[in-house]
């Protein structure tokens, strides 16, 4: 399995065992604190959830992004 699966992998299973969670890209890499991603694998990894319908993603007024499970 290569990076971006396992970075895939973590974040859904973390969202499924914790399916109210939400948070940041910085917050996010708490999560995934064994993975230690980049941010920029991290943000790619997310968007490509996002394509797929497993996350979502709302803009805060402060400018953050706040990922989530969808649904």
């Known amino acids: 399995m290569d990076k971006s699966q396992q970075l ?8 499924a065992r914790n399916p109210d969670a939400a948070d940041t890209v910085d917050g996010i890499r708490w ?4 993975v230690r ?3 920029e694998a991290l943000r790619r990894v997310l ?9 979502l993603r709302r803009h805060l007024p402060d400018g953050k992004e706040l990922w989530s499970a969808a649904g």
């Open 8 to 15: 895939k992998a973590e974040i859904v299973c973390y969202l």
């Open 31 to 34: 999560w995934l604190r064994e």
């Open 37 to 39: 991603p980049t941010d």
């Open 47 to 55: 968007e490509e959830l996002e394509r797929d319908g497993a996350v």
